[in-house]
């Protein structure tokens, strides 16, 4: 079946550490890819978004991504993590022939002084 | 300030009582959109429209109806809800460009609903 799986739902981290979270999708042709991020209590706001051209995109907040096609990947890093990153970061596409999003359930992270 | 709103933000209610979540937007968007979010689901789509008029439905639509009147407003309504509709409910809205929807959807600060 077609989705957007997050291998990993819940993830802990030190202040200061890099962080890699995971991000894949079975849809055939390549589609529009996002990461969101929901705050305790809040609403979503995009991080960044890949549509074509350079497979590292740069997103809000220090956070990158880098699509890969072979593997059919798009994971969101930022190298030194900060307290204020802990939250529920969510993984997004729209498929080619779509006019939605469809979203990964989710990886929330914890942040360690 | 350009913004989804969303009313009410909290919702207690008893099964079968019919009930409307409001939705508005102020950046005169074509796309609008429903999600419900439930724990370890992520957000899946009840419906969407892509403008006036046009509305269609997305992943779970049983038990809601929407309407689009207006371009800022797209109502969510529970005609006879049941407990399986708790849940927290997020409003979306983006330009909508020729082909996919691929401009960044702005999210209202959701609804939390229980239905006893």
């Known amino acids: 079946a077609q989705s957007v799986t997050q291998p990993d739902i819940h993830i802990t981290v030190s202040e200061g550490a890099s962080l890699e979270l995971r991000c894949n999708y079975s849809?055939?042709?390549?589609?529009?890819l996002f990461w969101y991020v929901q705050s305790p209590g809040q609403g979503l706001q995009l991080l960044l978004k890949y549509f074509s051209g350079d497979t590292l995109v740069q997103g809000i907040k220090g956070f990158e991504a880098e699509f890969k096609r072979s593997q059919s990947s798009f994971n969101l890093r930022k190298p030194s993590v900060h307290w204020s990153d802990a939250a529920e970061y969510f993984c997004a596409v729209v498929p080619g022939g779509y006019n939605k999003l469809i979203f990964g359930a989710g990886t929330r992270l914890a942040v360690h002084p | 300030e350009a913004q989804v709103t969303q009313n009410p933000r909290y919702l207690i209610t008893v099964t079968g009582k019919k009930l409307t979540v409001t939705c508005s937007q102020n950046m005169n968007h074509e796309y609008m959109s429903w999600y419900r979010q439930d724990p370890g689901l992520g957000l899946r789509q009840i419906y969407y429209s892509m403008n006036v008029e046009v509305t269609d439905k997305g992943d779970v639509p049983e038990g809601y109806k929407v309407s689009r009147k207006e371009k800022r407003n797209f109502p969510l309504i529970l005609e006879s809800p049941s407990p399986n509709q708790t849940s927290l409910y997020f409003c979306a809205s983006s330009l909508r460009t020729s082909g996919r929807v691929n401009n960044e959807q702005f999210f209202g600060p959701g609804t939390r609903l229980t239905v006893l």
């Open positions: 849809y055939g042709a390549t589609p529009y």
